[in-house]
């Protein structure tokens, strides 16, 4: 593999830069999947059936701490790909086990939210409504739980092989996961929560 | 035993033994046949755990061939039940199943494939790359389409077949309505091979985007290239709208939930809308590239440079945008209203103006061009009267107002087909011809591949053309018998006797493959056709790494330059080069992923559960497994090519 010193360690290689331009275009797959569940959401949302409407079962204070865990997450993993540009190859790992941390923390409060929905009578059977909005939710959760379990294959890689521009390389595409995550993050809380308690 | 009960099929009629008895038959041969000519390793190694994106293109040909006699088997017992007035050869609920499969296999497991094959095999050496962005992905999306194609095969004899027609439409297809397992097979099956082809969209945009030749500006792109690079956008964006669509159905079939049903605020319009979303963007997905190979054909076969190049790269990316607008078309009578239906009206009359466009570039490439008619070229001039007549009825349909009277009749099924039979299957037999000598070193018979042209079109026209008649005439498309008062009768005799006469003509392609294979000559060299792009100008059948040396490009025809305007093609000297590593785990991966649907199909949860970490495992393998791939030393280089050029020279 030719590596191409003047370029950030995670583009040195050809396939470097065809994996990251590889990941972009996924994430674009990925947007078209939020999208269509958010279009589904937003059809079905008056859709109440026999069930309960969003005003009455949305509670701020989880949905808060998970938007600020998983903001903070961003920042985390964010100054992670900082020390990597930098070379502090223990810093970037310290930074990634933290924004797992903040993961696992985000998944806890969201599996307290379903427990809580399932709770006041809302279930995925409940009505179209619930169904759409625990179908956008728990996907967006399942992509979560899923970057946890990536994200610690990768810090044991970093811890294994160190900084090289394959494991730069995957560090950096899994940030930009982690970001897209905390921007479908966003959507949700402003279109589905603020929307539905106003 | 009650454990099996689940899968016994629940409408059995005689054929369904008979094809038991013959897909058990055929999987006991091949066994025995490899176990006998001792294949195993053979097929492990060659086939099963390679990434070359050429081999992965010739199976990706091999299936699409194969679907295309299981859709066909389909349609000819279907026109067989329409031959005459009250026939009774096939029950309502048999011929349900059987135009919810024709359908379906035609669409995603023989049209998507045969453009897969097309692109793996042609793209990389069109653009001068020795195999795509990401060959191991690529090996995976084959697996993951093969796997879903055996899926939805096998739901005839073990389960029952969907039945709920290929479009799917909740709330037929719920629990209620479609109560065997067959339409959970259409979702998984879908499911997993829309995976593949999501993943080859990815693979395909980065390969071309990055890894071409030397000095190939994207407007110096051979016109498939980039036909395939449009159809692959399309792809990433379309695919995930079935993704969530599927897997909201699936949640209705198996959760219990409310997202298509009647009640509890369900909307069954919802499906029709996402399935549509999608369902317009493939159509261009499939008649994109094929537009690419009949611009190639054409252009080849005129001995001139295509008319208009960048009105064709800009046709396709309208169509391209357009092709997101206008899913309403679908269902204009379902009460959108007439603003809405008026705009979707707009937007789909407006395709036929680049696709107008697309037309006339044709026609001017032709033009004071030095034509050669060689299969592939009859196959095209074949294409552009037909096309044109399904093309125009397109038109026709997009009138809402007027749609009122054609919507769900044999008008609508004659004009579907007169589009994709000429426009995909005709484009996707001239690239078998054409392409055949680059695949396997010898061509395919030219006079009864001229027979069989023939024999397609006009069976084609015999098969459709009475369709607009009687559908006009108020035929429904769907009923599986209709009275003799009607007088449908003679129209869909007319129908029947093409459908024969198309049987002929693919049984008259496999025996052309089967004479060429045994008679035809070999030594055809690189470039039989006196073709134009980069994909000749390499031997064939062409070597594992393409291309020796990287060649340099000046034109959007690098070949025809260096053959008749002194352009140096490979002025670089050998150098050693990287390979990617084989690898059983997509093989494997796909396994699995059959599996899985398998287990969903039936709500077996523990094999399901099972399957699912198995799945993950393998991305676990795939994320610390170290692959550097392996480089092939200059000498090795040279000797494959002086053995490959000196048997041609």
Known sequence: MKIDQSLPLEYSTQQNQLNILGFWVFIGAEIMLFGTLFAGYFVLVDRTGNGPTGAEIFEITPVLFETFILLTSSFTIGLGIHAMRKGYTKAMIWFYVLTLVLGVVFISFEVYEFMHYIHVGASLQTSAFTAALLTTLGTHGAHVTFGVFWGMFIVYQLIQRGLTPETANKSFIFSLYWHFLDVVWIFIFSFIYLKGMV | MEYFERFAIPHPSQAIYASMVAIGLTVIAIIVGLTYFKKWGYLWREWLTTVDHKRIGIMYLISALLMLFRGGADAIMMRAQMAVPDNTLLDAQHYNEIFTTHG????????????????????????????????????????????????????????????????????????????????????FALQISGLGTLITGINMIVTILKMRAPGMTLMKMPMFTWSSLVANVIIVFAFP???????????????????????????????????????????YILILPAFGIYSEIISTFSGRNLYGYKSMVGSMVIISFLSFLVWTHHFFTMGQGALTNSIFSITTMAIAVPTGVKIFNWLFTLWKGKIVFTTPMLYSMLFIPTFTIGGVTGVMLGMSAADYQYHNTMFLVAHFHMVIIPGVVFAMLAGLHYYWPKMFG?????????????????????????MFVSGLDGQARRMYTYSASTGFGLWNMISFIGAIGLTIGFILLVYNVIYSIRYSPRNVGSDPWDARTLEWA?????????????????????????????????????????????SGVPFLLGCIFFAWGFSFVFGMWIPTILTTIGIFICMAHRSLEKDPGHYVPVEKVKTTESKLRGSQL
């Open chain 2, 104 to 187: 379906t296999v035609m669409i995603i497991f023989m049209a998507m494939p045969f453009i897969m094959a097309f692109m793996n095999y042609i793209v990389p050496l069109q653009i001068g790359a020795r195999d795509v962005a990401f060959p191991r992905l690529n090996a995976l999306s084959f697996w993951l389409f093969f796997m879903g194609a055996m899926l939805l095969n096998i739901s005839f004899v073990i389960g029952g077949s969907p039945d709920a027609g290929w479009t799917n439409y909740f709330p037929l297809a719920n629990n209620e309505f479609s109560q065997s397992v067959g339409t959970n097979y259409y979702l």
């Open chain 2, 241 to 283: 709208v079935l993704t969530v669509a599927l897997t909201m159905g699936t949640f209705d079939r198996l959760f219990a939930t409310n997202f298509f049903t009647t009640s509890d605020g369900g909307m069954d319009m919802l499906w029709a809308n996402f399935f549509w979303v999608w369902g317009h963007p493939e159509v």
């Open chain 2, 442 to 466: 010898f061509m395919l018979n030219e006079k009864i591949g001229k027979w069989t042209a023939w024999i397609i079109a006009i069976s084609t026209l015999l098969a459709f053309m009475p």
């Open chain 2, 538 to 582: 390499t031997p064939s059948p062409v070597p594992y790494y393409n291309f020796a040396k990287v060649p340099h490009v000046i034109s959007t025809e690098a070949l025809w330059d260096a053959k008749y305007h002194q352009h140096e093609l490979f002025p670089e000297p050998y150098e050693k080069i990287h390979m990617p590593n084989n």
